[in-house]
């Protein structure tokens, strides 16, 4: 069996199951290209990527950088990588980054291409209701997400799975996939595939795209949710204050009530929609800590219902 020399570039959680596969496999990673430092928390420490704290624990030199650009592209050079695979690094590969490994590189995207190209198909997929996902293994082209795809595989999309969980799953056994098609490279069985199918946009989101439309159907409503949790985060605003939405479900053979009316009914505190009501299960107000959406309810002047 042959081995490669390979170029791992990636920078979040995501990335990781793909940089431990491979660094558990026959072949070599010769260099890994991640982001740089960034701020976090309240202080603002100065923070590594995932990625760059896990190739850091192996020994796996590791390329800072924002742009695959410049002296980036000059020490992945030096490298003389047979292949450069990318997972989820948060940046573009252009020429002549994209010929100096011998092979190319390859992508794992999160998403059955050509459906959700971009940068956010996990929540994309979501929000739009798709009850199916998966990966795909694809040769990386100079047009976003639209080379030859050398594996995919499926999974379905749980009725409660948030973005964030689903990223997670599809992290792990994205990982597999990525494995089996590096060695049929190395093997020389490779057989790559043009992409089939109506293309669909997949663009980061923004803070605004987690705000909340009460008119929508209640599936909407809690598609949007679960979509854009754990980022950028759902929200609403009550008497002009904000509100995060961490979790919540569908009511079921409850009363109607009027899109973004707010009601305690038993121990539930629901919402409006275009259809069945909202259920609030968890929630983030503005200025405290994440509680239950009863204990919020609770703490409120007033216990009618308000409106978002």
Not at 31 to 41: A, F, I, L
Not at 80 to 88: E, Q
Not at 204 to 221: E, F, H, N, R
Request: net charge negative; hydrophobic share 45%.
């Amino acid at each position: 069996m042959s081995s490669l020399r390979l170029v791992f570039a990636g920078s979040p959680a995501a990335a990781v199951p793909s940089l431990t596969t491979l660094a558990d496999s026959r072949h070599e990673i010769v260099g890994v290209v991640t982001r740089e430092d960034s701020p976090q928390g309240r202080r603002g420490v100065l923070t590594p990527t995932p990625v760059a704290s896990e190739a850091v624990s192996r020994g796996i030199p590791v390329i800072r950088a924002n742009r695959l650009a410049g002296e980036a592209t000059e020490r992945v050079q030096e490298l003389a990588p047979d292949l450069g695979v990318i997972v989820a690094y948060g940046g573009l590969v252009r020429e002549p980054l994209l010929s100096t490994p011998r092979l190319g590189w390859i992508n794992l995207h999160f998403s059955l291409l050509p459906r959700w190209r971009g940068a956010a198909p996990v929540q994309r997929a979501i929000i739009a209701g798709d009850d199916v996902t998966g990966a795909t293994v694809f040769q990386l082209v100079p047009e976003l997400d639209a080379g030859d795809v050398f594996g995919r595989m499926t999974e379905p999309v749980g009725a409660h799975q948030t973005a964030g969980r689903l990223l997670e799953s599809l992290a792990v056994s994205g990982a597999e996939l990525l494995l089996r098609v590096v060695d049929a490279l190395a093997d020389g069985t490779a057989r790559p595939e043009a992409q089939v199918g109506d293309v669909t946009l997949a663009p980061k989101l923004t803070l605004q795209d987690g705000l909340i439309d009460w008119a929508q159907p209640s599936q909407a409503v809690h598609d949007l949710i679960r979509g854009v949790t754990p980022e950028p985060g759902a929200f609403t605003t009550v008497d002009g204050a904000r509100l995060k939405v961490l979790e919540a479900s569908i009511a079921r053979d409850v009363p109607a009530l009027a899109p973004g009316a707010f009601a305690l009914v038993g121990k539930s505190v629901l919402v409006g929609t275009g259809t069945d009501p909202i259920e609030l299960l968890a929630v983030h107000p503005a200025g405290r800590k994440a509680m239950d959406a009863a204990s919020w309810w609770r703490g409120r002047a007033q216990t009618e219902a308000v409106q978002a």
